[in-house]
């Protein structure tokens, strides 16, 4: 299901034991793009939500001192190809770009289940 509104609210009505939340909040860097702003974001918000919930959660987010800081203690893994454009032949010097996956559980758990 996807729904369109506060996530506080969404996690709290959805959550419970074996509950999956993939989140994908503004990156604090803004992705480098002029036009994106996260200056109203509550990434401090986000992560007291998803400390105390029941289920699981994975976010992605950008690389950043702040994101580490905010949730150091939880499961990280690090960097990904750069998008569809990343083709052979290509000469693109970001081929790699440094993104978070954070997650409450071993991420690898992820690529493991077969429910």
Known sequence: MIENRDFEKLIK???FEDAFFYCDPPYTSG??????STADFDHE???DV????KGHFLLSYDDSPIVRELYKGYEIEVERQNGINNRE????ANKVYKELLI????IKELFNNTH
Do not use: F, S
């Open 31 to 36: 992705c480098g793009y002029e036009v994106t």
């Open 13 to 15: 009505q959805y959550d």
């Open 50 to 53: 998803l400390k105390d919930i």
């Open 89 to 92: 032949g290509t000469n693109r």
């Open 45 to 47: 918000r986000l992560r």
């Open 103 to 106: 997650a409450n559980y071993p």
